[in-house]
């Protein structure tokens, strides 16, 4: 989950590792740090906090040098602090290692060399690889032979960058379960954890693999696996403008991102919605058609916010394509022993592709014989590249840890597979087709005039933003959106927040209901919509505050709520789209009314990349 940036070129390193690590601090912002190496000597900085408190101590003038990498950390071993930032230093000085991951193995590496009477100084995982490939360079003689037979000897994950004073003309870096990519320029080379930040330098990457190890110079790159077979790669080119990670006049990303959904709809959907047809194409399935048609069960598996659009999609599938669905935590999916057989169709939702639990719930499942298809927005993340097929949900890079737009990509993209395999299994009409379809091509539209006027839920935020607690509420295709708005809350404003289906509210939840419990309800015009209703005069009854997210043209609803918000009306199964974007908004305006950190909330990082 941390951030990895390294240069080598002909230019001064500092101002590009800086400039990527801020890039990168959605991924982790404890603390940060950089190692130079200039004419033989290696320097390191390295600061608890944010990278500007790094950059605050690190003037360019004083270091200066054409090789560099750089760290921003979210601390696994080891709380935040000085010593336990990176990068990490072998005892002879002559080593700097940055490193993403979890080193399983590290207290016995350590203790085995604290024996041969190695000092570590941290508390962290890391420290026991820098000292174990000092140790291996005694054996090999060559840096890029240590980290091989180092790494033989790590159990865990790892994305790692090394340079050594002794051999100041390359970088080598690895990768095994945390994302990795190499930047190719002219006289110059990157690596980087995520495109994002290295995309201003250069737009040609190569994606590393499990258990391939690679030397960066200035001019070149070579690529082997950890047992030194070489590998051949090929350059992909990265299709997003720098401007996409930028904050555009916006005050924090997360507030951006909300605002961007319109477009980010449309571009889910665009191309993919056959209207005539009532059907959908979707390019990335066209192989597996004849799995989906035939799949007598298939299984979703996501973490956070993306399991609560894989639940959505459970009710997608089942009430049109007729086939039964299993919305499975991916954390919990390969620690079970799941049942799984070769005709089941597993879909694993994961907005970076990197999600070290889903990607390891994908393996699990290609092990045992099923079929695994990704829905993911990173292209040429390890699920997409790891998976048999799949879709991308085109949300353009999201920088805000809260996701937002990505969410609601993924159910336009849920619901275009859910047409889709409906209509390819008979249990869809052309007509059921067309309508679903119709109000894809106008949930842009409806999302835009919710976001229009968000006056009414920042005064709903300036009144509860000193609450406690939250209850959330919701049936049907709208339970979920339920679970997802007390997420945001969470996450962000760090109020206490619970999701319910409605109807369970009475069976222990009630108890919570008192005058000064807010208890957000879904209230749009579903099949659900009578049933809602009496649960909110069961909550009225107990004197707890409503605030309904309602359609329209409800004018029923004001009569039993303390605060209404309005939405435009759809088919239920697009429903949890438009009704989604009202708490998004409610918790970004509490939050930032309480004063806290949007972009960066405390204890999270973006991109899940450790179990």
């Known amino acids: 989950m941390c951030g990895i940036v390294g240069y080598i070129g002909t230019k001064n390193a500092l101002p590009m590792l800086l400039d990527g690590l801020k890039r990168l601090e959605y991924r982790g912002y404890d603390s ?16 608890v906090g944010k990278v500007v408190e790094l950059e605050k101590i690190t003037p360019e003038k004083s270091f200066t040098g054409h090789i560099g990498i750089g760290h921003t950390r979210w601390a696994t071993h080891g709380e935040p602090s000085d010593i336990n930032a990176h990068p990490h230093v072998s005892n002879d000085g002559s080593i700097a290692l940055i490193h993403n991951g979890i080193i399983e193995n590290y207290q016995v590496i350590r203790t085995k060399l604290e024996k041969q009477g ?8 890391t420290e026991a690889l820098v000292h174990l490939i000092e140790e291996m360079k005694k054996v090999s003689g060559d840096l890029e032979t240590a980290v091989r037979l180092a790494l033989r000897q790590v ?4 994305g790692i960058a090394v340079v050594s004073s002794k051999e100041p003309d390359k970088i080598i870096v690895a990768r095994k379960g945390s994302p990795l990519i190499i930047g190719v320029g002219d006289h110059e080379h990157f690596v980087a954890s995520d495109a994002a930040a290295i995309v201003q330098y250069t737009r040609q990457v190569v994606y590393l693999e499990d258990g391939e190890i690679a030397v960066l110079t200035k001019d070149k790159f070579e690529t082997k696996t950890i047992d030194n077979v070489e590998k051949i790669k090929q350059i992909h080119e990265v299709t997003f403008d720098i401007e996409e990670i930028e904050k555009s006049g916006f005050d924090h990303f997360m507030l951006k991102e909300i605002m961007e959904q319109p477009e980010t709809i449309r571009n889910s959907t665009r191309g993919r919605v056959l209207l005539d047809e009532g059907n959908a194409k979707l390019s990335g399935l066209r192989d ?23 639940l959505v999609g459970e009710y997608m599938l089942e009430q049109y394509a007729k086939v039964p669905v299993e919305v499975e935590y991916a954390s919990e999916f390969r620690y079970r022993n799941p049942i799984i057989k070769p005709n089941d169709v597993l879909f694993l939702i994961s907005q970076s592709g990197e999600t070290a639990d889903t990607l390891a719930a994908l393996r699990e499942a290609k092990n045992k014989g099923a079929s695994v298809l990704g829905i993911c927005n990173v292209v040429g993340s390890t699920i997409a590249r790891e998976s ?46 067309r309508i679903i379809g119709k109000e894809l091509l106008n949930l842009p539209d409806k999302v835009q005039t919710i976001l229009k006027d968000t006056s009414e839920i920042e005064k709903i935020a300036e009144e509860f ?14 339970f979920p959106v339920a679970l997802e708005g007390a997420l945001k809350l969470k996450e962000i404003s760090y109020i206490h927040a619970e999701g319910y289906p409605a109807a369970e509210m009475k069976h222990g939840p009630i108890a919570l209901i008192d005058k000064n419990m807010p208890v957000v309800v879904m209230a749009t015009k579903d099949s659900t919509y009578d049933k809602v209703i009496s649960n909110i005069q069961e909550v009225k009854a107990r004197k707890g505050r409503i605030i309904a997210i309602a359609n329209d043209d409800d004018d029923q609803i004001h009569s039993l ?14 429903s949890p789209i438009v009704n989604v974007i009202p708490l998004q908004l409610l918790a970004y305006f509490i939050a930032v009314k309480r004063g806290c950190n949007v972009d960066q909330p405390r204890n999270l990082a973006k991109s899940v990349t450790v179990e």
């Open 32 to 47: 940060a740090g950089v190692a130079i190496l200039r004419d033989g000597t290696l320097t390191v900085q390295k600061k």
């Open 118 to 125: 190695y000092i570590f100084k941290s508390a962290t995982d």
């Open 155 to 158: 159990d865990g994950t790892y």
């Open 288 to 310: 597996v058609m004849l799995l989906l048609e035939n799949a007598q069960r298939i299984v979703i598996t996501a973490c956070g916010t993306s399991w609560h659009a894989g």
């Open 388 to 433: 048999q097929g799949g879709v991308y949900i085109h949300a353009g890079p999201e920088i805000g840890v809260a996701s937002t737009k990505a969410f609601t990509s993924q159910l336009i993209v849920l619901s275009l597979i859910t047409l889709l395999i409906a209509r390819q299994r008979g249990t869809m009409t052309i007509e059921q087709g």
């Open 465 to 478: 933003k000193e609450t406690s607690n939250f209850l959330y509420l919701g049936r049907g295709y709208n």
């Open 561 to 574: 709520a303390d605060h209404v918000i309005k939405v435009p009306q759809t088919v239920d199964m697009l």
